[in-house]
């Protein structure tokens, strides 16, 4: 992962915790309305992909166990992972893109009532996302997928050369070389792997995406509500379809890139086809990122924009993320595909302890607070939901009381301890085993292994009847609480 020049070191900041009194009469353990829902306090542990699924995404018992162990600390919703819409391979990521998938998610919406007594509200992240390949053998990718064209064979002075001879004289040439005469696109395909666009509109299944991707999100919608969850997110962050339709990068002609206008199109016709599905009485919101931070994407200006449209057309929610993208991604080795972590962009997403001066908590807040500003300046009341780095009580709740978001998100610190909830409120914070932000966990997941925190996947692997990884060598899940 990229990491800031400067390399320092941070630790967590929990602060004081509160004592069961003040925890009750805190704005963080207080019910926010999500939409027709009510959630019991607000917080919530966004979606984090832990790569149980099977590899036909189906749901697990270790899917299962995972999000009724996030449920057995109560917080006031969960956001099961981002689950694909198409019903195609995807490797161990849950899928929602026929009925048969339904059955599985009921026992796991059903797990994590039973965990929580009813209190906390589970909903599914529903994505959709293009196809990227294995950065290619370069010979192999010279030999067999270089399509040659005329430029190649004007740029080598060739003129008339068969592809196979262009191909060969290719093979002979240094790197340099190389990089000098290939398109862009094709250097990337060659160096990192081959990667769909939006824009690539000569293609037909990316031209009719803006036909197709309704319908496939309301399919899955309708199968949402159907397996009990109690709403959905729309995945519109980070490197996916619609993240892309929505970037300042996206320059279709056809209606649905270039202005402003025309890129939030097609997210909010997904939204009103996934309205229609599921009913007015569902909750239904997006993720979407504050900033992109890459080169030429959309910044904090353009997300206001974004968030005050999704608020007009009626989302229930809004949940802010940063970066996340292919565009600044660290190059793959050959045979594996490239990642929207590992660059800069990456790092804002997930901020690791190694950072800058600024540090690894609450990155995403000042545009986060600018987002929701301009959502209540257009006049609406859209609950905003903001993550990124915390861990603390003080912190959490200093957000809330200053007016700077409606829900607090907990991804790792969730994953660190799902406890964090309950410890919390019932005025054992000191109890909280805290994050160390040292992204052990996002690596795991970068690699598509199971992932679980360093802090307790060691712990107690004795304990009769745990799951564990494949290997057998970590738990996955943490011990429970002991609360003496
Ligand atoms: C292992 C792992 C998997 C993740 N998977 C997703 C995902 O499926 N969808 C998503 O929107 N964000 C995903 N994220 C990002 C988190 O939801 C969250 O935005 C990020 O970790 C920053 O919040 P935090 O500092 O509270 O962890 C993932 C993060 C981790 C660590
Ligand atoms: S492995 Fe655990 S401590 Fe490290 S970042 Fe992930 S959740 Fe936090």
Same mark, same amino acid.
């Given at each position: 992962?990229?990491?800031?020049?400067?390399?320092?070191?941070?630790?967590?900041?929990?602060?004081?915790?509160?004592?069961?009194?003040?925890?009750?009469?805190?704005?963080?353990?207080?019910?926010?309305?999500?939409?027709?829902?009510?959630?019991?306090?607000?917080?919530?542990?966004?979606?984090?992909?832990?790569?149980?699924?099977?590899?036909?995404?189906?749901?697990?018992?270790?899917?299962?166990?995972?999000?009724?162990?996030?449920?057995?600390?109560?917080?006031?919703?969960?956001?099961?992972?981002?689950?694909?819409?198409?019903?195609?391979?995807?490797?161990?990521?849950?899928?929602?893109?026929?009925?048969?998938?339904?059955?599985?998610?009921?026992?796991?919406?059903?797990?994590?009532?039973?965990?929580?007594?009813?209190?906390?509200?589970?909903?599914?992240?529903?994505?959709?996302?293009?196809?990227?390949?294995?950065?290619?053998?370069?010979?192999?990718?010279?030999?067999?997928?270089?399509?040659?064209?005329?430029?190649?064979?004007?740029?080598?002075?060739?003129?008339?050369?068969?592809?196979?001879?262009?191909?060969?004289?290719?093979?002979?040439?240094?790197?340099?070389?190389?990089?000098?005469?290939?398109?862009?696109?094709?250097?990337?395909?060659?160096?990192?792997?081959?990667?769909?666009?939006?824009?690539?509109?000569?293609?037909?299944?990316?031209?009719?995406?803006?036909?197709?991707?309704?319908?496939?999100?309301?399919?899955?919608?309708?199968?949402?509500?159907?397996?009990?969850?109690?709403?959905?997110?729309?995945?519109?962050?980070?490197?996916?379809?619609?993240?892309?339709?929505?970037?300042?990068?996206?320059?279709?002609?056809?209606?649905?890139?270039?202005?402003?206008?025309?890129?939030?199109?097609?997210?909010?016709?997904?939204?009103?086809?996934?309205?229609?599905?599921?009913?007015?009485?569902?909750?239904?919101?997006?993720?979407?990122?504050?900033?992109?931070?890459?080169?030429?994407?959309?910044?904090?200006?353009?997300?206001?924009?974004?968030?005050?449209?999704? *608020?007009?057309?009626?989302? /229930?929610? @809004?949940?802010?993320? !940063?970066? #996340?993208?292919? %565009?600044?991604?660290?190059?793959? +080795? &050959?045979?594996?595909?490239?990642?929207?972590?590992?660059?800069?962009?990456?790092?804002?997403?997930?901020?690791?302890?190694?950072?800058?001066?600024?540090?690894?908590?609450?990155?995403?807040?000042?545009?986060?607070?600018?987002?929701?500003?301009?959502?209540?300046?257009?006049?609406?009341?859209?609950?905003?939901?903001?993550?990124?780095?915390?861990?603390?009580?003080?912190?959490?709740?200093?957000?809330? *009381?200053?007016?700077?978001? /409606?829900? @607090?998100?907990?991804? !790792?610190? #969730?994953?660190? %301890?799902?406890?964090?909830?309950? +410890? &919390?409120?019932?005025?054992?914070?000191?109890?909280?085993?805290?994050?160390?932000?040292?992204?052990?966990?996002?690596?795991?997941?970068?690699?598509?292994?199971?992932?679980?925190?360093?802090?307790?996947?060691?712990?107690?692997?004795?304990?009769?009847?745990?799951?564990?990884?494949?290997?057998?060598?970590?738990?996955?899940?943490?011990?429970?609480?002991?609360?003496?």
């Amino acid at each position: 992962m990229w990491r800031p020049p400067q390399r320092i070191k941070w630790l967590p900041k929990p602060g004081t915790w509160p004592s069961a009194e003040v925890a009750a009469k805190s704005r963080l353990f207080s019910p926010v309305q999500v939409g027709p829902v009510s959630l019991a306090q607000r917080t919530w542990i966004p979606a984090m992909v832990p790569w149980r699924a099977t590899d036909e995404g189906f749901v697990t018992e270790d899917n299962i166990e995972w999000y009724a162990r996030f449920a057995t600390g109560r917080p006031g919703a969960i956001v099961v992972e981002a689950t694909g819409i198409r019903d195609v391979p995807s490797g161990p990521l849950l899928r929602i893109g026929d009925d048969r998938f339904i059955p599985g998610l009921k026992r796991m919406t059903d797990a994590v009532r039973e965990a929580s007594g009813g209190e906390t509200k589970v909903f599914i992240q529903l994505i959709d996302f293009l196809s990227i390949r294995r950065r290619p053998d370069p010979v192999k990718f010279i030999e067999r997928f270089l399509m040659i064209t005329d430029r190649y064979r004007e740029a080598l002075g060739m003129p008339g050369a068969s592809d196979d001879a262009v191909r060969a004289k290719i093979l002979t040439m240094p790197d340099a070389e190389v990089d000098a005469i290939l398109t862009p696109r094709d250097l990337e395909s060659l160096r990192s792997g081959f990667r769909e666009r939006v824009t690539d509109v000569h293609m037909p299944h990316i031209r009719e995406l803006p036909q197709v991707l309704p319908g496939l999100f309301a399919a899955a919608g309708r199968r949402a509500r159907e397996a009990g969850f109690d709403g959905i997110e729309l995945h519109y962050a980070h490197a996916y379809t619609i993240a892309s339709f929505l970037s300042k990068l996206n320059t279709r002609e056809d209606g649905y890139g270039g202005a402003i206008e025309n890129r939030v199109r097609l997210p909010i016709e997904v939204y009103r086809e996934v309205r229609k599905a599921v009913g007015n009485d569902y909750p239904l919101g997006c993720r979407f990122l504050a900033d992109e931070i890459i080169e030429g994407g959309n910044t904090v200006e353009d997300a206001k924009v974004i968030g005050v449209e999704f *608020a007009r057309a009626g989302m /229930d929610f @809004i949940s802010l993320s !940063r970066g #996340g993208k292919f %565009d600044d991604a660290k190059q793959p +080795k &050959v045979g594996e595909a490239a990642y929207p972590y590992t660059g800069r962009s990456g790092y804002e997403c997930m901020p690791q302890y190694i950072s800058d001066d600024f540090g690894p908590f609450g990155r995403n807040i000042a545009a986060g607070v600018e987002i929701r500003k301009a959502i209540r300046a257009a006049g609406f009341k859209t609950p905003v939901v903001l993550a990124g780095g915390v861990h603390g009580f003080e912190q959490a709740e200093a957000l809330l *009381a200053e007016d700077k978001a /409606d829900i @607090i998100g907990f991804a !790792r610190q #969730g994953l660190a %301890d799902p406890d964090w909830f309950l +410890k &919390v409120k019932l005025g054992r914070g000191e109890e909280v085993i805290v994050c160390e932000y040292t992204n052990y966990c996002e690596a795991l997941d970068a690699h598509h292994q199971q992932v679980t925190c360093q802090l307790w996947d060691r712990k107690q692997l004795d304990e009769p009847g745990i799951r564990k990884t494949h290997d057998g060598k970590r738990r996955l899940t943490p011990p429970a609480w002991q609360r003496g």
